[in-house]
């Protein structure tokens, strides 16, 4: 978009930290403000502005109407650990989206709703996509719920939810594609899977003022951050003691939202799942780091990496795809089990064109899960 | 699912107990959170306050900036990841050459170093290679009117290079760079 940067191959605007939209502005100001190098400061301030009203918005739709109730849950939202902990790297400041894409889908999902449309997500996910696109793939697994969700409840027919996926591939791919994201460069792309995902972070306390921390642990995994402060922990604990008996009715009700939180969880761990040093699940990240490294000069990374397998390795991979697709079966049968025929018909189809593209393009999955893992 | 959680606990509290209740939860809620967040915002505060203005010869470099038509940093933002560092060193390096970028950035021009998350170096070797041409690339615009070139003190792979260069004609030794402007 901007050649005289001398932009080197295979860079997309998006992966660079500068917040098109925010530079746009920035540039238009720039006629009336002189140089204004400051934006990337003031897109923190905004993005911390943000989050108490985005996290109000939220609660209003899920029926809280009491002013101070929203106010105070909107300041608990600006003093999340998860947004603090990211000062400094100003795409991943702009939590607000994920808050404001948390309401549009709870607002879709809720009982009222009678017609599912999630197109409603697109301008969100356009934003996120000019923004980061770590925060576009979490926008983009929070529409794929709103999406399950209304075929699960039968508010949502097949063919609207393919026009409408397909209404959302046309503008995202142009703006993709304006943004250099489908110029893939001899850049090297940066395996990821070596840190895991900490399935407990939500509850481990550090850094903490009441417990005394004020650092993460040494050998702590900044990636993984994810406490949810000791504030939210009682108001978890608060509510799941009155709300406990009615859990099985809501899990029954959401599951679909459910799946794709677990989902995305164990898409997130890594792909490299060990027992000790021990590699039990998976491709160990040395042979995947190799091959992505060789892939641009020997036939592309899957390519390479095929080469690189042995008999273990396929048997690791075949599990820890058994286990993905086990949660996506037991979703099915469920649907099936339930009379939600829309559902399976739909998961189906896309299984069908998953397998097609692999047979024609199989480092389009590579791609998409390499590009999307960290995200999730 | 953090902020789901978040969502649904409060509305929970809200929904689940009486209003008075629900409200003096919120509050102790909130006063736990700030509290327990102190750390995160000392931090906070801790950067919003010393990261401005930093560098050290920013006259210099604007000086230099202003006048030439684009700007060649040697080693780039990703070829600083190959230099043999530990990682406190090459932080606080890149923090640098990102001051410099951000100096250099008013004057919109042309730079051989552009900030980018993913491209984060994984094969030092394959990567090495590369910042060798890239290396040459600049050296051979040294004396072309207009050039600006920023080499970096912090980066011991252009150890020699800076030595060659503290002589050259349009050359100068700043506190972190050699920096050297081509003659119009």
């Known amino acids: 978009m901007v050649p005289d940067l001398g932009l080197p191959p295979g860079t997309n605007i998006g992966l660079t930290d500068s917040i098109p939209p925010v530079a746009l502005v920035a540039k238009l100001a720039r006629c009336w403000y002189g140089y204004l190098r400051l934006y990337l400061s003031l897109w923190v301030f905004f993005c911390y502005l943000a989050q108490g009203p985005a996290c109000a918005i939220g609660l209003y739709v899920l029926g809280v109407r009491n002013v101070p109730a929203l106010s105070i849950g909107g300041l608990i939202a600006v003093c999340a650990p998860v947004l603090l902990f990211r000062f400094g790297y100003a795409a991943l400041c702009a939590q607000f989206l994920l808050l404001l894409g948390l309401a549009v889908h709870l607002q879709l999902a809720c009982e009222a709703s009678r017609r599912v449309d999630i197109l409603y997500h697109l301008p969100r996910l356009v934003v996120a996509l000019l923004v980061h696109v770590y925060l576009f793939a979490m926008m983009f697994a929070i529409m794929l719920a709103s999406l399950l969700q209304g075929l699960w409840r039968e508010r949502l027919t097949i063919p609207a939810a393919l026009a409408q996926l397909a209404t959302m591939a046309v503008l995202i791919g142009a703006v993709m594609w304006a943004c250099g994201y489908l110029a893939l460069g001899p850049i090297p792309m940066k395996p990821y899977g070596p840190r895991p995902l900490n399935l407990a972070a939500p509850f481990f306390l550090a850094p903490s003022g009441i417990f005394g921390n004020a650092r993460l642990p040494a050998d702590g995994n900044g990636e993984d951050f994810a406490w949810l402060g000791s504030g939210m922990v009682v108001l978890l604990i608060a509510t799941l003691i009155r709300a406990w008996r009615q859990i099985g009715v809501m899990t029954r009700a959401h599951l679909p939202s459910l799946i794709v939180g677990i989902l995305l969880m164990v898409f997130a761990v890594t792909y490299s799942v060990r027992i000790g040093p021990v590699l039990i699940l998976g491709i160990g990240p040395e042979r995947l780091r190799q091959a992505v490294l060789r892939g641009a000069e020997h036939g592309g990374t899957l390519h390479t990496l095929i080469g690189l397998l042995g008999p273990m390795d396929y048997v690791r991979i075949g599990l820890y795809g058994l286990l993905l697709a086990g949660i996506a079966a037991l979703v099915v049968l469920r649907a099936w089990q339930w009379r939600r025929a829309r559902f399976p018909h739909f998961i189906g189809f896309f299984m069908v064109i998953w397998v097609v593209s692999l047979v024609v393009r199989p480092s389009a999955t590579a791609l998409i899960i390499s590009s999307f893992q960290a995200s999730s | ?184």
């Not at chain 2, 020699?160 to 050359?171: E, F, N, S, V």
Request: glycine share 4%; net charge neutral.
């Open chain 2, 1 to 184: 699912m953090v902020y789901l959680v978040t969502l649904l606990a409060i509305a929970g509290v809200w929904k689940l107990y009486p209003p008075r209740a629900a409200l003096t939860l919120l509050v102790v809620a909130l006063g736990l959170q700030v509290w327990d967040t102190s750390p995160l915002w000392n931090h906070l505060r801790h950067d919003a306050l010393t990261q401005s203005d930093r560098l050290a010869d920013r006259q210099a470099v604007l000086a230099a900036a202003g006048p030439a038509s684009r700007v060649n940093f040697v080693p780039t933002y990703l070829c600083a990841f190959a230099e043999p560092m530990n990682p406190d060193a090459r932080e606080a390096s890149l923090a640098q050459f990102s001051d410099l970028r951000v100096v250099v950035s008013r004057f919109v021009r042309p730079t051989t170093s552009v900030h980018n998350s993913r491209m984060t170096a994984a094969d030092i070797a394959a990567l090495t290679a590369r910042c060798d041409g890239e290396r040459q690339a600049a050296l051979a615009q040294l004396d072309t009117p207009g050039a600006m070139t920023v080499v970096l003190n912090d980066a011991p792979s252009e150890a020699l290079l800076r030595a060659a260069l503290i002589g050259h004609p349009g050359c100068s030794a700043l506190s972190t760079t050699i920096m050297c402007a081509g003659h119009r």
